[in-house]
Every structure is written in C-alpha cells, then in structure tokens.
C-alpha cells in the first residue's frame, strides 16, 4: 500500500523564521525519514514550495494504515509539535523493483 503525507507547519513562517531548537528537530525528522527510505519504505519525501508557502510532503510504502501511522506518531517533529499532519491512501504507479 503507499499512502501521501502531507506535512503543514503550524505557522505559515516556519520555514523563514524556525528557531534554533526547531532547526535541530527538523534535522532529526529528516534523519528519521532518510532511515525509513533507506529500508525501503519511503519514494520520496522533502518541503514542496507552493504558492501558500512551504509544507512538508512523502509518499511512502506501508503495509497498513496502522503502519502509517504509527510512522507519523514516531517523527520527532510530530511528537515535538512542530507539524500537522494528513495522510491519504494512494495509488501510486511505481518503477519495477
């Protein structure tokens, strides 16, 4: 199964004005997301500038919903209140493994 995530800011600034805290926390959301890429559950992921300003967005492999989210709740900026969440079923054409 592979589902989108979409990661909203909880500020609109967030992007321009992180503190440095919030920088180190998003260091370790990156980490995070790197390492579940890197055992083979994560396509894509990174910040997607649109035109209402920044968020975050992954497309990723699962094999449940409970799977899903059980990566969100495990995201260091999730747990550290830095970010909103959504995540929505995909069907997602892929390349051939």
Known sequence: MHFMI???PK???F??????????IMGRHIAYWTDLMDRGHVL???????P??????????????EQIRAF??????????L??????PMQAIVPKK
Request: charge should be negative; hydrophobic fraction near 35%.
């Open 11 to 13: 500020r609109p600034t």
């Open 44 to 50: 894509v992921f990174g910040p997607v500038q649109a």
């Open 6 to 8: 979409k990661y909203p």
């Open 15 to 24: 992007a321009q004005d992180m503190t440095e805290a919030e920088r180190e």
């Open 52 to 65: 209402g300003g920044f968020y975050g967005l992954g497309i990723v492999e699962a094999d449940s919903e």
């Open 83 to 88: 970010m909103n969440t959504e995540f929505h």
């Open 72 to 81: 969100i709740q495990d995201d260091p900026a999730i747990r550290a209140g």
